[in-house]
């Protein structure tokens, strides 16, 4: 129950904010009692109450806090920097004030040091903020707004990128697998799922790459709701500024466009985006998938016959570096046990 300590809180607040009036000190001296015989109870009652704010966990399980602070800091110091910049500047902010104060005459000193106390306040309470935020407690933010650098590692697989520990899928489009295989004109096999992470890292790095969560989507991204993908991944348009490379205000449409993403089609096929014109010019221009035998992602993830298809139709390994030679050897063999012999290639003994 928070709402008797929340009450006490601000009671006590409200008495401090008295006790600074120019009044009797015996007055003021009373009111700042009271306040803090306020705050005292408020900080009682909320440890021994079934609170699960810091201060009644850490009475009750000390061990636990310690060992989520020390788990939790690491993914904070993502956070340290930003933050630390921001205290910076208000720590100069007090140190300029201190020099101004010192100037002759008690009104230029009573102006700076009621500034002075706020924005020490507000440095220790960033402080403070950062070592909770540590330790972990309360619920996950459902964030509908997304900004990050992100390197050539963050790149999941064509239309799914990592921002920091979450995972977000681009609105609109679906892209090859990670490693997917598909047959260029000659049939012969390339990873087309690491050409289409190789185009997203194109556009997203260097960044800063902005994901939002898509308008004009009806009730269900209202609110604090988040729309979210059957793997329970964010769904959104992310956009990157590439500093100086030219903005690039979608990436998914932009994929499309490259060719190495098609646009989404609910199960009843209708396509629920407005990326059709980009997949029509990537196909009458033969580009990225649009070059040779691709199979829908949705088709590869989930049957089996469309990836022995690629397989048994593939007559070699298209040009490509050592290493993604060896590794689609190695799926290629790894479908073919699969797959077995086309039934055409079967012969049957007997009559």
């Known amino acids: ?15 401090f904010l008295l006790s600074t009036l120019q009044r009797l000190r015996r007055w003021r001296l009373l009111v700042l009692v009271m306040g803090t015989l306020l705050l005292a109870a408020a900080t009682l009652q909320n440890i021994s109450g079934t609170s699960s704010g810091v201060l009644s966990t850490l009475a009750r399980h000390p061990d636990l806090v310690a060992a989520a602070f020390t788990g939790n800091w690491p993914s904070i110091g993502e956070f340290i920097a930003p933050a630390l910049d921001v205290l910076l500047f208000m720590t100069a902010a007090v140190c300029i004030g201190c020099f101004i104060a010192l100037t002759p005459g008690e009104a230029v000193e009573r102006t700076i040091r009621p500034v002075n106390v706020g924005l020490i306040g ?6 403070i903020a950062l070592l909770v935020a540590a330790i972990g407690f309360g619920p996950v933010a459902k964030r509908q707004v997304f900004i990050a650098y992100v390197d050539a590692v963050d790149a999941i697989d064509g239309d799914t990128i990592r921002m ?3 995972s977000l899928r681009f609105w609109g489009v ?16 390339f990873d087309c799922g690491q050409r289409a992470k190789d185009a997203l890292v194109k556009l997203a790095i260097p960044g800063p790459v902005f994901c939002h969560t898509p308008s004009g989507l009806g009730a269900a991204v209202t609110g ?8 329970g991944r ?31 089609e609910s199960p009843d096929g209708v396509i629920e985006n407005d990326y059709a014109p980009e997949k029509q010019d990537a196909v009458i221009a033969e580009i990225g998938l649009h070059s040779g035998v691709f199979t829908p992602p949705t088709k ?6 469309a990836r022995c298809d690629v397989v048994w139709r593939h007559k070699g390994i298209a040009n490509a570096d050592p ?15 699969s797959c077995g012999q086309p039934a055409s290639a079967v012969t049957h003994a007997g009559p």
């Open 1 to 15: 129950m928070i709402l008797l300590p929340s009450v006490l809180l601000l009671a006590a607040l409200g008495l």
């Open 122 to 127: 507000a440095v220790l309470g960033g402080a």
């Open 164 to 166: 920091g520990d979450v």
């Open 174 to 189: 679906d892209a090859p697998e990670d490693h997917q295989i598909c047959l260029d004109q000659q049939d012969m096999a």
């Open 224 to 231: 604090s709701a988040q729309l979210k993908e059957s793997f």
């Open 234 to 264: 964010p769904l959104v348009r992310c956009g990157s500024d590439q500093q100086g490379y030219g903005a690039v205000p979608d990436i998914a449409r932009a994929l499309v466009a490259m060719g190495y993403a098609y646009p989404y």
């Open 300 to 305: 590869w993830r989930n049957e089996l016959q």
């Open 323 to 337: 290493t993604e030679t060896e590794r689609l050897q190695l799926q290629i063999e790894r479908l073919e046990n």
